[in-house]
T-cell receptor, first 115, second 110 residues
């Protein structure tokens, strides 16, 4: 069990560019979550997948954001036409398929800076 | 949606002291977790405790679900305990999303 991994760990981009982040969950976990954390705040929920199905989306997930989990394993989060307000830490988490086991485990995050 | 309040927002201790962090939530929950966020941003799982009491070394936690609060106890604090402690819950009507409090910034001085 290697834990949740995320790539890249850091990304600096210019305003208007597109960026894509990847998350690999713990191997036996069927649930995958994306959160965003800005400085001095707690993480905020963005979206949730169960297997390949995207079951929940936050109002924070504007039209410029899209997330996929095509084969029910890794997931990608794309931000199009980045804005300075998108600068944040993007966190991925996963949880088990076992009924009643809702504990979420987080990856190290991708820190995005939009200049 | 469900509201999560943590107190105190900041806490400064001398090494060896004990502390209690509190988390209040506004509705019934299916899940409650305590995390420690290290200086690099990694969220480290401390407890999964929707109800009851658990202990792990110098840390323990108690959740009284009927009264909608949870407490995290840190005993004999060490400088490595410094960081931000988050409480996060999944409300019974919140699907699967964790809702986080704003955290307690703990500083342990040598």
């Amino acid at each position: 069990d290697t834990g949740v991994s995320q790539d890249p760990r850091h990304k600096i981009t210019k305003r208007g560019q597109n960026v894509t982040f990847r998350c690999d969950p713990i191997s036996e976990h069927n649930r995958l979550y994306w959160y965003r954390q800005t400085l001095g705040q707690g993480p905020e929920f963005l979206t949730y997948f169960q297997n390949e199905a995207q079951l929940e989306k936050s109002r924070l997930l504007s039209d410029r954001f899209s997330a996929e989990r095509p084969k029910g394993s890794f997931s990608t989060l794309e931000i199009q036409r980045t804005e300075q307000g998108d600068s944040a830490m993007y966190l991925c988490a996963s949880s088990s398929r076992r009924p009643g086991s809702y504990e979420q485990y987080f990856g190290p995050g991708t820190r995005l800076t939009v200049t | 949606g469900i509201q999560v309040e943590q107190s105190p927002p900041d806490l400064i201790l001398q090494e060896g002291a004990n502390s209690t962090l509190r988390c209040n939530f506004s509705d019934s929950v299916n899940n409650l977790q305590w995390f420690h966020q290290n200086p690099w941003g990694q969220l480290i799982n401390l407890f999964y405790i929707p109800s009851g009491t658990k202990q792990n070394g110098r840390l323990s936690a108690t959740t009284v679900a009927t009264e909608r609060y949870s407490l995290l106890y840190i005993s004999s604090s060490q400088t490595t305990d410094s960081g931000v402690y988050f409480c996060a819950v999944v409300g019974e009507t919140s699907g699967s999303r964790l809702t986080f409090g704003e955290g307690t910034q703990l500083t342990v001085n040598p």
